[in-house]
Nanobody, 115 residues
Framework: QVQLVESGGGLVQSGGSRTLSCAAS????????MAWYRQVPGEQRKLLAV???????NYEDVAKGRFSITRDSAKNMVYLQMTSLKPEDTAVYYC?????????WGQGTQVTVSS
C-alpha cells in the first residue's frame, strides 16, 4: 500500500514563498505520475502540477511561473515550491501518486496566505 505524507504547510504572508514536501513509502520512480493538487472548502480538488516518472513536469495555468514540482528520488520525496503566494492560494494541498490504475493520496497540508 502506497503511503504519502505531506508536510510544510503553514501560515505565510502574501508575496512569500513556501515549499511543500511529500514523502512516499516506496520508490517514487515506480509511480507513473506524481502530482500536487489543492482544495478549498466547497470546491473540488484541483490539479496544480504533474511530474512523470521520466521527469517531465506540466503545470496548470494557476501554477505556471509561480510553482515548481521537483523530486529527490534518492529520498523518495516530491516537492512543490511555491512563490509569490496570494491569499487565493489558501487551501489544503495534496500529493498524489499513480501506480498502475490506482491513485493514492496523502492526508493534505494546510497553507494559509495572509493578506
Amino acid at each position: 500500500q502506497v503511503q504519502l505524507v505531506e508536510s510544510g504547510g503553514g501560515l505565510v504572508q502574501s508575496g512569500g514563498s513556501r515549499t511543500l514536501s511529500c514523502a512516499a513509502s516506496e520508490n517514487i520512480l515506480s509511480y507513473s505520475v506524481m502530482a500536487w493538487y489543492r482544495q478549498v472548502p466547497g470546491e473540488q480538488r484541483k490539479l496544480l502540477a504533474v511530474l512523470s516518472s521520466a521527469g517531465f513536469a506540466n503545470y496548470e495555468d494557476v501554477a505556471k511561473g509561480r510553482f515548481s514540482i521537483t523530486r529527490d528520488s534518492a529520498k523518495n520525496m516530491v516537492y512543490l515550491q511555491m512563490t509569490s503566494l496570494k491569499p487565493e492560494d489558501t487551501a489544503v494541498y495534496y500529493c498524489k501518486a499513480r501506480s498502475g490504475h490506482r491513485d493514492f493520496w496523502g492526508q493534505g497540508t494546510q497553507v494559509t496566505v495572509s493578506s
